[in-house]
């Protein structure tokens, strides 16, 4: 694979963090919050013309699915499983559910998979339902919640699953994801990614609509709401310019994996 790619990803779903730091949110709030730094989000990709993959619960495609619809003319719509909160059951049921309301909602067949919170999930059970990739793996140690130190940070096969990994450093696996977005100065996190695409040729970026609403009324630590809003959005934007000038092409997950299979040969 000759060319640089860049994988915009975003975990489309409730606004249901405050529950893990003892508040609770009426669900229609949490849709409201998602709702509005949604729109943030893609008035950003719009003007730059960039695709992105957002990883939709069937819960907030179920409830807007016009919505999903347009985003899907321009985006590419992957399954982020049924519920997000941690406070539902989950059922390994509710990924085939959460992939036929997407699809139902439009129109398209839906390639992708990201496990709510990256916890583990049985690769083979996600090929047999028909998923080409998997993007449920952070390659990084996250006190408290995983550790991943042990898995390829490179894209690779799983049970014939394409895996995406959530981009990390090739060094000490310095995570690239959201907080580091949020928490590191512009100027770090954009060398941190330059390195990571030089070394490995693909980036796989992943934040939250919610991030980009404004989130000052909610009790949350610093480290997960600042920056938010307006000022979370222009930071994105800039990361868009400076990316756009390491001559990458921005691209969504599914496209990638066509990208992967024409160098690394078709999954069996």
Not at 21 to 31: G, L, R
Not at 72 to 101: C, G, N, P, Y
Not at 159 to 184: E, H, M, V, Y
Not at 230 to 237: C, D, N, S, V, Y
Request: with cysteine; aromatic share 12%.
């Amino acid at each position: 694979m000759q060319n640089a790619f860049v994988m915009l990803t975003f975990d489309l779903e409730e606004f249901d963090i405050p529950e893990e730091f003892d508040q609770n949110v009426p669900e229609a709030d949490q849709m409201q919050v998602t709702l509005l730094g949604l729109e943030a989000v893609l008035q950003v990709l719009s003007r730059h013309n960039v695709p992105a993959t957002f990883f939709v619960t069937g819960n907030f495609a179920d409830k807007h699915p016009n919505l999903v619809r347009r985003l899907s003319q321009k985006h590419e719509i992957a399954s982020h499983a049924l519920f997000h909160s941690h406070t539902r059951t989950f059922r390994e049921s509710d990924i085939v559910h959460s992939r036929r309301i997407l699809e139902a909602a439009t129109g398209q067949v839906v390639h992708g998979f990201r496990m709510p919170r990256l916890k583990p999930i049985d690769k083979s059970l996600l090929k047999k339902w028909g998923f080409r990739y998997d993007s449920s793996i952070n390659p990084i140690w996250l006190p408290g919640r995983y550790n991943m130190l042990g898995r390829s940070a490179d894209p690779h096969l799983i049970d014939g699953l394409i895996q995406l990994p959530c981009s990390a450093t090739p060094w000490l696996r310095l995570p690239l994801f959201w907080l580091s977005f949020k928490n590191l100065p512009l100027s770090m996190y954009l060398w941190l990614s330059r390195v990571t695409l030089k070394k490995r040729g693909n980036l796989t970026l992943y934040f939250h609509p919610w991030e980009f609403a404004d989130l000052s009324s909610y009790k949350l630590p610093t480290y997960v709401k600042c920056p938010d809003s307006q000022k979370l959005t222009t930071k994105f934007e800039n990361l868009l310019l400076k990316l756009k000038g390491q001559n990458a092409d921005f691209v969504t997950c599914n496209s990638f994996c066509d990208e992967w299979e024409a160098s690394n040969g078709p999954v069996p």
